[in-house]
């Protein structure tokens, strides 16, 4: 009788590396040669194409890590040509909406970030240097998420950049917990310094108090004398 080979599942990507990793080949399969209005790498082609089944696979993957994948065109507005769903969880908006508003992302952008964002982006996107920040998004529902982005300029065999490849996750618990080891420090030096002033007043009150009574002591035996 014969046995059926059983295909082992793919592992799903386990660090930031791996999941570069895995756009790249998402970016290959789908045959992108740089950026274009109203372009939405990866796109659909004919059913028997090996290169419809690699692009399958490999969004399969991506959508299924727990990071948010990207994929930006290098024009002034910086349009997304790729989101993964995995947005939605995270700030409260839908695929559809990041991909068809591309001043979305710098509407959600926390205002106080606005400038630091621009200095570093702006830097990426002059030298090709890796991108690699943490910064603020407000969410649909008003909340204020903390993310941390990286990305990297994509370019043909020419060295010629044809688009933004990234990622971005959520670490607003990290930045809580951070927030709250630090307000703990804080208010813990506060203690020890109000503390310090206290014994150290009480010595002068011990130092003034044994003082007295040794000028009084003294006082006595002159007056006794």
Not at 22 to 51: F, I, W, Y
Not at 58 to 81: G, H, K, N, S, W
Request: glycine share 6%; aromatic share 8%.
């Amino acid at each position: 009788m014969a046995t059926r080979k059983v295909r082992q599942p793919r592992p799903e990507p386990a660090t930031l590396e791996e999941a570069l990793g895995l756009l790249t080949h998402m970016a290959d399969a789908s045959h992108t040669t740089g950026p274009a209005d109203n372009v939405r790498p990866p796109q659909s082609v004919p059913e028997k194409s090996s290169q419809a089944l690699a692009e399958r696979r490999y969004r399969a993957l991506i959508e299924q890590i727990p990071v948010v994948t990207f994929l930006a065109a290098l024009d002034q507005d910086i349009r997304d040509l790729y989101v993964s769903p995995q947005i939605e969880k995270m700030l409260g908006f839908t695929q559809t909406e990041w991909l068809e508003n591309p001043f979305l992302w710098y509407n959600q952008l926390h205002p106080d970030d606005h400038q630091r964002w621009t200095e570093e982006f702006t830097q990426t996107c002059a030298t090709g240097t890796q991108f690699g920040s943490e910064y603020r998004f407000i969410a649909r529902d008003g909340r204020t998420v903390w993310v941390h982005g990286e990305c990297q300029v994509i370019r043909d065999e020419n060295g010629v950049p044809l688009f933004l490849q990234g990622i971005a996750y959520d670490i607003t618990e990290g930045k809580k917990a951070q927030e709250i080891l630090q307000r703990t420090s804080q208010e813990l030096e506060v203690r020890v310094q109000e503390r310090t002033v206290e014994l150290r007043e009480e010595i002068q009150r011990r130092q003034h108090g044994q003082e007295l009574i040794f000028l009084a002591a003294f006082a006595g035996e002159a007056i006794g004398q």
